[in-house]
């Protein structure tokens, strides 16, 4: 049952801070030229980077995805894109020098999708063209009904130390209710395929909020997770977006769970992943006690990017790909979300940036709160403000809308000092949004819960 105190703010919606300024406040202020400008800021840098290659493809568009992707049959649209891509890595390289990488994320749509002859050139083209250190972190994410011995062989082989599965839901009812069929077995497999082939740093990604979910099912499906023993589990809230998704029309509104049982459904996943030994680990993530995420989140070091929280700690990161957000000192950029968009860009030698935004010194300072919130759950707003030349007084408004949620101990206020019950990570989003000062301006986001 709901905690009455609780009935109220899970029916909130705000933004889940991958970024500040989010992405709605990206404008056409921000074009290619800025960020040609920007690239060419980091040479001689001695400044690590990390490097986002989004991969739109998949096999077939599950009716529950809000990813920039799209359906092919066929190999050959996939190898043109790889090419395409090479030639934008070539492109950043050229203004950047062989900038230190440190952290390599693949991402999609379905990375694993690459013909493994085309991955391994385009890792090639990564190393030959920057800084990639020894110790990089080389993450993919993959969907697991396309794993195979030989595909994680070579995924290792090409430097792959870290995986990440999508598998949302083992329940059978569930997966045709979502367009996702994929029995456990298939995870099972491709699990074991890619700790023999040696890559052991495992994710795998679950969703709460999906039609015909039952407390059951959830329990089930968290418990069949962490017997397969990875070292970190992500639980997302379905986002139904079906306005901006078509393929979630599909989706049936009238079986969705409403608020409440969208929280049941999260705690009872939540209860079950931490009773099976996982910590949890900032809003959405869950790790092994002695997992690096866990051990980041422990030292106050765990940082939040576009792809979710992360142990990556550089400052920069540029993104490759259609819809590929990068951020650089100065500000975020973002490339064309259209495929066709984008490869006129690259085909004319040009970057596919379309929006943007510059970072205000105001940006800079609300950017680290808002991560603080997100990450660890507590900030103190004075020792921040004075790190970035601001007076703490700044926040005496954002200070007083948490007034009610103080008054409720959801939140403890003491002098500039802001702490999150722990025990409701939820209200993270909603105390982060006090702190934004863009919020209401424009968009919708998804419910906290
Ligand atoms: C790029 S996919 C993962 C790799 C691969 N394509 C797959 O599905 O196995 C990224 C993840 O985003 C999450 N996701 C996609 N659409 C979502 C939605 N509407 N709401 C919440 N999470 C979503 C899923 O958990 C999915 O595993
Ligand atoms: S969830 Fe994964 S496999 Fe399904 S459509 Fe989205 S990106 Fe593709």
């Given at each position: 049952?709901?905690?009455?105190?609780?009935s109220?703010?899970v029916?909130?919606s705000?933004?889940?801070?991958?970024?500040?300024?989010?992405?709605?406040?990206?404008?056409?202020?921000?074009?290619p030229?800025?960020?040609?400008g920007w690239?060419?800021?980091?040479?001689g840098?001695?400044?690590?980077?990390?490097?986002?290659l989004?991969?739109?493809?998949?096999?077939?568009?599950?009716h529950?995805?809000?990813?920039?992707t799209?359906?092919?049959?066929?190999?050959?649209?996939?190898?043109?894109?790889?090419?395409?891509?090479?030639?934008?890595?070539?492109?950043?390289?050229?203004?950047?020098?062989?900038?230190?990488?440190?952290?390599?994320?693949?991402?999609?749509?379905?990375?694993?999708?690459?013909?493994?002859?085309?991955?391994?050139?385009?890792?090639?083209?990564?190393?030959?063209?920057?800084?990639v250190?020894p110790?990089?972190?080389?993450?993919?994410?993959?969907?697991?009904r396309?794993?195979?011995?030989?595909?994680?062989?070579?995924?290792?082989?090409?430097?792959v130390?870290?995986?990440?599965?999508?598998?949302?839901?083992?329940?059978?009812?569930?997966?045709?209710?979502?367009?996702?069929p994929?029995?456990?077995?298939?995870?099972?497999?491709?699990?074991?395929?890619?700790?023999?082939?040696?890559?052991?740093?495992?994710?795998?990604?679950?969703?709460?909020?999906?039609?015909g979910?039952?407390?059951?099912?959830?329990?089930?499906?968290?418990?069949?997770?962490?017997?397969?023993?990875p070292?970190?589990?992500?639980?997302?809230?379905?986002?139904?977006?079906?306005?901006?998704?078509?393929?979630?029309?599909?989706?049936?509104?009238?079986?969705?769970?409403?608020?409440?049982?969208?929280?049941?459904?999260?705690?009872?996943?939540?209860?079950?992943?931490?009773?099976?030994?996982?910590?949890?680990v900032?809003?959405?993530?869950?790790a092994?006690?002695?997992?690096?995420?866990?051990?980041?989140?422990?030292?106050g070091?765990?940082?939040?990017?576009?792809?979710?929280y992360?142990?990556?700690?550089?400052?920069?990161?540029?993104?490759?790909?259609?819809?590929?957000?990068?951020?650089?000192?100065?500000?975020?950029?973002?490339?064309?979300?259209?495929?066709?968009?984008?490869?006129?860009?690259?085909?004319a030698?040009?970057?596919a940036?379309?929006?943007?935004?510059?970072?205000?010194?105001?940006?800079?300072?609300?950017?680290?709160?808002?991560e603080?919130?997100?990450?660890?759950?507590?900030?103190?707003l004075?020792?921040?403000?004075?790190?970035?030349?601001?007076?703490?007084?700044?926040?005496?408004?954002?200070?007083?809308?948490?007034?009610?949620l103080?008054?409720?101990?959801?939140?403890?206020i003491d002098?500039?000092?802001?702490?999150?019950a722990?025990?409701?990570?939820?209200?993270?989003?909603?105390?982060?949004?006090?702190?934004d000062?863009?919020?209401?301006?424009?968009?919708?986001?998804?419910?906290?819960?």
């Amino acid at each position: 049952m709901i905690p009455l105190r609780l009935s109220e703010l899970v029916r909130r919606s705000a933004p889940r801070y991958t970024s500040y300024p989010t992405a709605p406040q990206f404008g056409p202020a921000v074009g290619p030229q800025d960020y040609d400008g920007w690239l060419r800021g980091l040479k001689g840098e001695s400044a690590s980077a990390s490097l986002y290659l989004h991969v739109p493809f998949c096999r077939s568009i599950c009716h529950y995805c809000a990813c920039t992707t799209k359906a092919t049959r066929r190999d050959e649209p996939i190898i043109a894109y790889a090419d395409r891509l090479r030639r934008e890595i070539a492109l950043v390289a050229d203004r950047t020098g062989p900038l230190r990488v440190s952290h390599i994320h693949w991402g999609g749509g379905t990375p694993n999708l690459l013909p493994p002859d085309v991955f391994d050139q385009l890792v090639a083209e990564l190393c030959d063209r920057f800084d990639v250190r020894p110790d990089a972190e080389h993450a993919i994410e993959l969907d697991p009904r396309w794993v195979t011995r030989e595909s994680a062989r070579r995924l290792k082989a090409s430097g792959v130390t870290r995986a990440s599965l999508g598998v949302q839901d083992f329940d059978e009812g569930v997966q045709r209710a979502i367009g996702r069929p994929q029995p456990y077995s298939v995870v099972q497999s491709a699990i074991s395929a890619l700790r023999s082939a040696g890559v052991d740093g495992l994710n795998l990604d679950l969703i709460y909020g999906l039609p015909g979910q039952t407390m059951r099912s959830v329990r089930l499906t968290a418990r069949l997770a962490a017997f397969l023993g990875p070292d970190r589990i992500s639980l997302f809230g379905y986002a139904h977006v079906p306005w901006l998704r078509a393929n979630q029309r599909l989706i049936d509104d009238a079986a969705l769970p409403d608020s409440a049982a969208r929280f049941d459904l999260a705690e009872t996943a939540r209860e079950t992943l931490l009773e099976a030994g996982y910590v949890a680990v900032g809003i959405d993530h869950f790790a092994k006690p002695k997992d690096a995420l866990r051990r980041a989140a422990q030292k106050g070091t765990l940082r939040r990017n576009f792809q979710g929280y992360t142990t990556d700690r550089s400052d920069v990161l540029i993104g490759f790909g259609p819809s590929a957000v990068g951020r650089l000192r100065e500000g975020y950029v973002q490339n064309a979300a259209d495929a066709a968009g984008w490869a006129g860009a690259i085909d004319a030698g040009r970057f596919a940036t379309v929006k943007g935004r510059a970072l205000t010194p105001e940006d800079r300072l609300r950017a680290e709160i808002i991560e603080k919130l997100m990450c660890g759950f507590e900030v103190d707003l004075g020792a921040t403000a004075a790190a970035h030349g601001f007076k703490p007084a700044i926040f005496a408004d954002d200070l007083e809308k948490l007034g009610k949620l103080a008054e409720q101990e959801f939140v403890r206020i003491d002098g500039w000092r802001v702490t999150i019950a722990k025990d409701a990570p939820a209200l993270a989003r909603i105390v982060a949004s006090a702190f934004d000062a863009y919020l209401g301006a424009a968009a919708r986001h998804s419910l906290v819960v």
